[in-house]
DNA sequence: TTGTAAGCGTTATCAC
DNA sequence: GTGATAACGCTTACAA
């Protein structure tokens, strides 16, 4: 590196260092790198400018675009928690769709705070996020009012309030856990216990009434006692709770039903520890079908609530909603699909 | 909303807004919301402006302030794979350092491409983070030398070329991979196989130096055709490899170590497959003790690499270089840890 | 097709 | 302790 070269990059270069060093204006460097006005400019000023900015290692700054713009190429992404899986999957299913469009992506772990998630939607412009995908356990009337004045648009994964004007990307987690149920009857099951997370959730409420559908549509009994509730969608808990079931259930069940994956995985070392065989004495069924329902033994049959494809849908609904930030609210959603494996085979 | 604050709201508040509503200049009110210079005026200014702030619901530009501080408030986290649940674990740790500080993450998964790892460090400025936490399979002199001209802090996650002057945090898995095989070894095996993944990557070449160590400390033979490659770490490769490995060795092997706990979940069906107990038959033990090694069964003996610890290592040296831009580059590592399971109890 | 110039909203640096 | 001012680097009417 010369000296000259060396004195230069003491500062990053601007627009106009390569317009200096091309004999234009600053202006003409600006529409030559932007691809909406690049075409304007003659072949013969664009292809200079391009090469001196690749000299000099020109960038644009961010800040600067972005106070005349009012744009980042940023997406926010908001998950209750990255560490379970259908989070993770979404994510990486976000990711793909962002980059293809030359956005990045801002990841933030909620906890599952409501408080957390608020502030994350006021501050949305304060985090020059050009749009944001909210995935939340719960929505409520107080999201949906910041949601109205949300500087930049939302899609949300999730169900919220009743006439929430904001594009949104249902799990029909009822309709799949009906399913489930339906499954379990069919190979026998007579006796079919629930292992659900937090009522008071979206999934949690969802999935209950889908367990109760299922056991109407199959002449099977309402038994509350069949019914646990886990302090969270996750794997201790689960096992705490299908504790709590098989130490209370007289006959006991000779199925479980458990809302997610994670409360699978708990519930499953609950019976194995009570010296349960899955499924000769106990089918067992997770909801989610994440990666995980391939690690466990026996595998685990899980109900796919399509949360790979539902992240895709929200991406692009994110972008079609930046693009077009008057059209129509939509709200989609995929079909469930219940995926056996092992450990809901025959009763013994 | 009355209908002057209807109007006010048609646009963001700026600094200006709130200045005139309290009948000062727009730069005293970045003083006051600015910790660094809020001292410097008097409280009861201080107070009017911060209430006129919140009455406005003034949020600070962040592309203006960017423009003139070059600072964000955001880092970038680049992990090769988040589906894998180590990288998980750094997200999850490094978010908990990050917000402490009052900062975001922007993550990348990068598919362990290294071209993808290098634009993203040129793109470092571009896309306005403070800083970077890289974790790398493989980094190599190109890194090292886009390290050099970096436009702000990195802290790599992995094994850089020799004298890269980056704070660097590294994991110890050829020692963690020595322990293991020692540790088969006491529990009686003589015959101990190896499924690594990728060989050119940095954990690659580490954990088979540490599977070779191990077996020259306990004295036994190196034999070649015990070790088997996986095209990647991950469980399907995984599994193959380790069918691959049992096709082939006679006798067969009594223990399995396996480069990852994803490489260990693919060898534990295979052997499944094969008709083979473990441990009774084979024993198996994986690396990172990520959260699928209590998910299993049996539940996966684990080398913990101490990923969270790293991350958070890595999260606070960045935070520190960004305090001190000059200060001498540190090296810092977490110790191994072998956390013993049922899948290398005692042999049959 | 390209140049000119006016800002975007903030903050550093002077003044007072 | 507070005000005025300029500048950060870019984009975009508008002018030429």
């Not at 992404?77 to 469009?101: C, F």
């Not at 499954?183 to 889908?210: C, D, E, K, M, W």
Request: glycine content about 6%; hydrophobic content about 45%; some cysteine.
């Amino acid at each position: 590196m010369d000296a000259v070269n060396r004195r230069k990059s003491q500062r990053r270069a601007t627009a106009r260092d390569v317009a200096r060093r091309v004999g234009v204006h600053a202006s003409t460097v600006s529409r030559v790198l932007n691809p909406a006005t690049r075409d304007v400019i003659s072949d013969e000023i664009a292809r200079r400018v391009t090469r001196a900015a690749a000299a000099l290692g020109y960038r644009l700054d961010p800040f600067a675009s972005g106070l005349r713009t009012h744009r980042s190429r940023m997406v926010g992404v908001l998950v209750p928690d990255i560490a379970n899986p259908v989070y993770t999957t979404m994510v990486g299913s976000i990711q793909e769709v962002a980059r293809k469009h030359g956005l990045r992506l801002m990841l933030h772990a909620t906890g599952a705070d409501p408080e957390d998630e608020l502030e994350m939607v006021r501050d949305l412009k304060h985090r020059f996020v050009d749009g944001l995908i909210l995935a939340s356990l719960h929505l409520t009337d107080a999201h949906a009012n910041e949601l109205r004045r949300a500087a930049a648009p939302v899609v949300l994964i999730g169900r919220p309030p009743k006439g929430t004007p904001t594009d949104t990307v249902r799990a029909y987690s009822r309709k799949g856990a009906a399913e489930a149920v339906r499954h379990l009857h069919a190979a026998a099951r007579r006796r079919i216990g629930f292992v659900n997370g937090p009522q008071h959730t979206a999934p949690g409420s969802a999935r209950r009434l889908g367990y109760l559908d299922g056991l109407r549509t199959c002449g099977l009994p309402r038994d509350e006692t069949l019914l646990e509730v886990a302090e969270d969608f996750m794997i201790e808990p689960g096992r705490r709770a299908a504790e709590r079931l098989l130490a209370r259930v007289r006959p006991r069940p000779d199925a479980l039903l458990c809302a997610n994956d994670l409360l699978a995985v708990g519930a499953l070392s609950a019976l194995r520890d009570a010296g349960l065989d899955v499924p000769a004495d106990v089918a067992l069924v997770g909801m989610d079908n994440t990666p995980l329902a391939e690690v466990t033994w026996p595998r685990l049959t899980s109900v796919d609530l399509g949360s790979a494809e539902r992240a895709r849908l929200a991406a692009e609904l994110l972008l079609k909603r930046i693009e077009h930030p008057a059209r129509r609210p939509r709200v989609v959603g995929a079909d469930p699909r219940l995926v056996v494996r092992e450990s809901c085979g025959a009763a013994a």
